[in-house]
C-alpha cells in the first residue's frame, strides 16, 4: 500500500551557503519555511535553481545546515525520497526509461516497494489520471506536455510532503499551462515554485527574490512582485555594459 502524502512540512536553512565552481553561488541564508505555496523569483542566475538544489539534498551547504522535517536531506537520501519531490523544467532531461510503466515504477523500487505493490500503484494512477492508454507506451512517443505531465505523476506517486517546480512552465504551450497549473494547484503538497516571471504568482503564500545569491527581498506577493517588476523594467531600460 502507498501512503499519503506527509502533513505539511518545516524547512529549516540555517546559515546555508554554497560553493559552485570556486565561487559562493548562494547564501549564507536563514529562511524557515513552512507556507503552502512559495515562489522564488531573480533573474538568470540569481542562485534560484541552486536554492532548490541545496533544499532537496542535491548539494552540500559549505556551511550551516538545511533540515526538511528535522532530516539531513544530503546525508540521508532515504528520507529525501520521502520528503522531497523535484519537476524540473525540461521533461527530457528527467525520464530515465523507454516506457511509462518503468519511468513511473522507478521511484517507487528506489522507495522499497516490492515490483508487484509498485505495477499495482502505477496502474491505479494511470485510471485515476485518465491515462491507462498510456500503460506500455514509449516516453518518446510522448508530446512535451505529456512528458511533463508524467514527470509530475511519477513524484506524486513517491507521496513527498514538498514539490520543487524548476520553471516547470517554460516548455509548455498556453493550453498545456492552463491545465498544468490547475493540476498543480489542486495537490496537497507545498510547492515552491521558481520563475523569472512573476506573472501567476500572485495566489502564493509567500515570496522570496533571489539576486546574486543573496536574499534581497522575502514577503508577500503583493508587496515582492510590484517591487521585483518594477526592477526589472528599471534594468531593461539600461544600456548594456
Known amino acids: 500500500m502507498i501512503a499519503p502524502p506527509p502533513a505539511s512540512q518545516s524547512i529549516v536553512i540555517a546559515s546555508g551557503a554554497v560553493m559552485l565552481a570556486g565561487r559562493q553561488a548562494l547564501g549564507p541564508l536563514d529562511l524557515h519555511l513552512t507556507e503552502r505555496r512559495i515562489a522564488v523569483i531573480g533573474r538568470n542566475g540569481s542562485g534560484k535553481t541552486t536554492l532548490l538544489r541545496l533544499i532537496a539534498g542535491l548539494v552540500a551547504p559549505v556551511s550551516g545546515q538545511v533540515m526538511v522535517e528535522g532530516a539531513d536531506l544530503w546525508r540521508d537520501r532515504k528520507a529525501a525520497l520521502r520528503q522531497i519531490g523535484i519537476l524540473f523544467q525540461n521533461p527530457d532531461h528527467q525520464i530515465l526509461f ?144
Do not use: N, Y
Not at 509498485?118 to 494512477?125: D, K, M, T
Not at 513527498?160 to 498544468?180: C, I, K, S, W, Y
Open 98 to 241: 523507454p516506457t511509462v510503466d518503468e519511468e513511473l515504477a522507478f521511484g517507487l523500487r528506489q522507495q522499497g516497494h516490492s515490483k508487484a505493490d509498485a505495477a499495482a500503484a502505477v496502474s491505479a494512477l494511470l485510471s485515476e489520471e485518465g491515462r491507462a492508454h498510456w500503460a506500455g507506451l514509449s516516453t518518446q512517443a510522448l508530446s512535451q506536455g505529456q512528458k511533463q505531465h508524467l514527470c509530475l505523476m511519477a513524484v506524486l506517486l513517491m507521496r513527498p510532503g514538498t514539490l520543487l517546480l524548476d520553471e516547470p512552465f517554460a516548455a509548455l504551450d498556453l493550453p498545456t499551462q492552463a491545465r498544468l497549473a490547475r493540476r498543480l494547484e489542486a495537490l496537497p503538497q507545498r510547492l515552491i515554485t521558481i520563475s523569472h516571471d512573476p506573472r501567476g504568482l500572485s495566489t502564493c503564500d509567500r515570496v522570496l527574490w533571489l539576486e546574486g545569491g543573496a536574499l534581497v527581498g522575502d514577503g508577500p506577493p503583493s508587496t515582492l512582485l510590484p517591487a521585483f517588476e518594477a526592477e526589472m523594467a528599471r534594468l531593461g531600460g539600461l544600456d548594456e555594459c
